[in-house]
């Protein structure tokens, strides 16, 4: 076998060969990072054939294999996160592995989601995001439709275009009522990945409807999700079979982009009703706070036609977290209250949480509040 010599050393044909292959089944990626994923770590030693200065092509190829990491690194989306991925854990590069997985954490739900790149998530990368503490939802409903988005991808590898909610719903009801899904021969790989989701934190009446028409899960797991809401109700709010807090409390998110200045939204647990709260002061300093609302606060005339359950209780004892993901200089950063627990009442003080201040130049922001009712 013959040899090109470079100054990064000698380079076999056979790996020129084998790196020309590699572009059949790796996306194209743009700006610098034309080539495929894995061709970019294999082509390191190439790199002084061309495109770099007559000094630059004196580096040694181990630190040119880390330029090209690097260029990786920074360039993460939904495009390319997963062959990045795979290729970084086929050439054991750690840090790409963890900067992938760190992208994933935030940007399952806002951003890969809504593309067809979600077909390539392999099933173990896909189960450790949805296991880790620092993972972002809008709320527990939006990963399992991101899992049932993700499946549908898997059992349909010819669609091209990302299905909507309905449509992903209308397949599964298609299918034969025998049994549920995940308890057919087809089903039963996917067990894992609905296992590490919090299903006792979809609440909504008309989501768990959609989940027993479509006879996805076994019968067990939607008795069991009903049970515990059932107790919930029946005590007042006490989440009696949840206490794991990092593993088992119920998660809701904002996403912090431009303007406006002024982020709120309302949540509903078990009747008791919460404003999540996300104010930018100036250019770079931010609070994120929970606060109670009363059960007559005329803003909750939307969850009252829906039917949502509404608690008289004056106190709930709550345990919460409420946590800030960023970008700073390239590397993640995260801002956190730490666990709290604090009886809320419906008037001030007691209606407000403590409040979570932090200076964050960059955006986005992706803040986190998760809540756990314990036992009174």
């Known amino acids: ?8 050393g000698l380079v076999s044909i056979r790996k020129s060969l084998e ?16 080539k495929p994923a894995d061709c970019y770590l294999l082509s390191a030693p190439f790199a002084a054939l061309g495109g770099l200065s007559p000094s630059e092509k004196k580096i040694p190829k181990l630190f040119l294999c880390a330029r090209c990491v690097s260029i990786m690194k920074s360039g993460i989306c939904s495009a390319n996160v997963c062959s990045y991925y795979c290729a970084a854990c086929k050439y054991k590069q750690e840090t790409l592995v963890t900067d992938c997985e760190r992208w994933l954490e935030v ?3 806002p951003q890969l989601s809504s593309q067809i790149h979600l077909r390539k998530l392999p099933q173990e990368l896909l189960q450790k995001v949805l296991r880790s503490p620092r993972l972002f939802t809008f709320n527990e409903f939006h990963l399992l439709k991101t899992t049932l988005c993700w499946t549908y991808l898997q059992l349909n590898p010819r669609v091209q275009i990302i299905p909507s909610h309905e449509t992903i ?39 768990l409807e959609d989940l027993r028409q479509i006879n996805f899960l076994p019968l067990p797991w939607l008795t069991q999700i009903l049970s515990n809401h059932y107790h919930a109700l029946e005590n007042g709010g006490d989440m009696t079979l949840q206490k794991d807090f990092s593993m088992q409390a119920v998660r809701f998110g904002l996403l912090l982009k431009q303007e406006p200045r002024y982020h709120e939204e309302i949540i509903s647990i078990y009747g008791f009703f919460f404003e999540i709260k996300a104010i930018r002061h100036e250019a770079s300093a931010y609070s994120f706070y929970i606060q109670r609302v009363k059960q007559t606060d005329p803003a909750l005339s939307f969850f009252t036609a829906e039917r949502s359950p509404v608690s008289l209780r004056q106190e709930r004892e709550v345990k919460y977290e409420i946590k800030a993901q960023c970008l700073m200089d390239g590397k993640w950063r995260e801002f956190s209250t730490d666990q709290l627990t604090q009886k809320f009442g419906v008037t001030k003080p007691s209606c ?17 509040y998760a809540l756990l009712f314990p036992s009174s």
């Open 169 to 207: 719903l209308m397949y599964f009801s298609s299918l034969p009522k025998r049994c549920s899904f995940l308890e057919r021969e087809a089903g039963q790989r996917y067990i894992t990945v609905f296992q590490s989701l919090r299903l006792h934190g979809i609440t909504s009446s008309k989501h």
């Open 107 to 109: 940007n399952l739900v």
């Open 1 to 8: 076998m013959a040899n090109l010599k470079t100054t990064a």
């Open 352 to 368: 407000k949480s403590q409040v979570l201040k932090a200076r964050i130049p960059s955006i986005p922001v992706y803040v986190t």
């Open 19 to 34: 790196l020309a292959q590699l572009t059949t089944f790796v996306p194209e990626i743009p700006s610098l990072d034309t």
